[in-house]
């Protein structure tokens, strides 16, 4: 039997490997499109952050271990560009321009995610760059090494726009972030965003908000002009995070079910709309736990988890997921800023009877020196006391304590249920009431 896998990254290469794993003699073949597999990309800022850093510490596993020490048959520079389910056949075209097709008993389309691409003009122009994968760790390092970078500035506001701004900000440019929306982090509650708009503005980046793009022009001195409604901002980099798309091309061509946003659409065992292809990580959908629905979420827990769970499948074993909370974390200079499950629009959308909370708590016991303010953010549905969703922005102490929220929504609890929780204290950690229960326990009076 024959195993093939498409992208050889988070999702593939788990897969490639558990498949291995549960069954050795399977013919496991991996075809990715460029040179590189298993890196985490979630560590490339803060690789640029640093210049002593080389973005390669970042593969996880190099090619030839696969090869060599699992027996994956991986095939670098092998594009798929076509996938017939009838035929059980894909193929495509290799690096060097030759066409290859190939078998499979089961499939496994694991191709990620692309950046959005701005379609404004002059989005080609050299020093126009988005940070995806490792070739584009590679050239923003190396503009960077080249000191001919002073100034940078970044299309979109999304997390890795946000990263970025410290990463670029350590190596000296000046940083300005522009996007056409007026609400900074829309997702966030408004007094936790400004909280994070000001760590920004404090670490002297320009926050451009409304701003609508018109192009990107390249002066004879090789400086990039971003043309806007607004001012004119000038830079050598152009950093374009203006968020990411599902590579699901090959899957809608090939007629398999598409889900939110066009992602492709799995059940609970990664299986897509055809028998014997799965789909894995930021390609592909998932439920979301609190509402039941499907969502397009792509975070690498997800991806890596999918993967195995799609390996196990397609080897004759049952695993199913249960769903994703939506948890996720990043750093804005000296802030952590965290969530899980919903925020009160996406909730009240969704048919909830939302209700929040805000408090601001401490990140050590009352008396014990160096403590910062955590602001938490807490929605709950008002009918059933289920909680809903937790934010948090804080210096110290968020990124962990996101995840005993992001359990109680697998767990299904109330509002009352997670009061009850027993959460560990220690004054160089929290307070007694930790801000959890804290925020919690102010919900609770609301519901
Ligand atoms: C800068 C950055 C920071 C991030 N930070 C975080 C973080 O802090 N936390 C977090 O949870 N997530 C983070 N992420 C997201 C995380 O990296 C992704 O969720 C994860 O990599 C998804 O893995 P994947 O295998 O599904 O897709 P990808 O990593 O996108 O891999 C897909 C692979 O498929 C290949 N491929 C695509 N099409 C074809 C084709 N037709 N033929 C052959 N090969 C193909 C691609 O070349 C690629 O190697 C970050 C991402 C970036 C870019």
Known sequence: MRFVVIGGDAAGMSAASRAKRNEPDL?????????????????????????????????????????QKQGIDLRTGHRVEAIDPQAKQVSGTTLEGRRFELGFDKLLIATGASPRLATIPGGDLP????????????????????????????????????????????????????????????????????????????????????????????????ELRVLSDGPVLKCELALVATGVTPNSRLAERAGLQLGPQKSIHVDKTLLTSCPDIYAAGDCADAVHVVTGRDVWIPLALRANRAGW????NATGQRTELPGVAGTAVF?????????????????????????????????????HPGATTI???????????????????????????????????????????????????????????????????QLFKTL
Not at 309 to 312: F, I, L, P, S
């Open 27 to 67: 013919d496991v073949v991996v075809l990715e499109q460029t040179q590189d597999v298993s890196y985490s990309a979630c560590g490339m800022p803060y690789a640029i952050a640093d210049s002593r850093r080389q973005i390669d510490e970042l593969v996880v596993r190099r090619a030839d271990v696969f090869r």
């Open 127 to 222: 020093g126009v760059m988005a940070l995806k994968n490792l070739e584009d760790g590679r050239a923003i390092q190396g503009l960077l090494a080249a000191k001919t970078v002073r100034s940078a500035v970044i299309l979109g506001m999304g997390y890795i726009a946000l990263e970025m701004c410290e990463a670029l900000r350590a190596r000296g440019p000046a940083v300005d972030l522009i996007k056409p929306g007026p609400v900074f982090l829309p997702w966030l509650h408004p007094d936790l965003a400004a909280v994070v708009k000001q760590e920004l503005e404090a670490n002297q980046v320009g926050v451009h908000l409304g701003r609508q793009l018109q192009r990107i022009e390249s002066t004879e001195k090789k």
């Open 309 to 312: 769970a799609a390996a196990d």
């Open 331 to 367: 750093k804005v200079f000296d802030l952590q800023v965290a969530r899980t499950g919903l925020n009160v629009a996406e909730a009240q959308e969704a048919g909830f009877d939302a209700v929040e909370t805000v408090i601001q708590s401490r990140s050590r016991a009352h008396a």
């Open 375 to 441: 602001h938490v953010q807490m929605v709950a549905d008002r009918r059933t006391g289920i909680l809903l969703g937790t934010q948090m922005v804080g210096r110290e102490g968020v990124a962990h304590r996101i995840n005993a929220p992001a359990v109680a929504l697998h767990a299904g609890m109330t509002v009352a249920d997670f009061i009850q929780c027993d959460l560990a204290y220690a004054p160089p950690f929290g307070p007694v009431w930790d801000p959890l229960l804290t925020a919690a326990n």
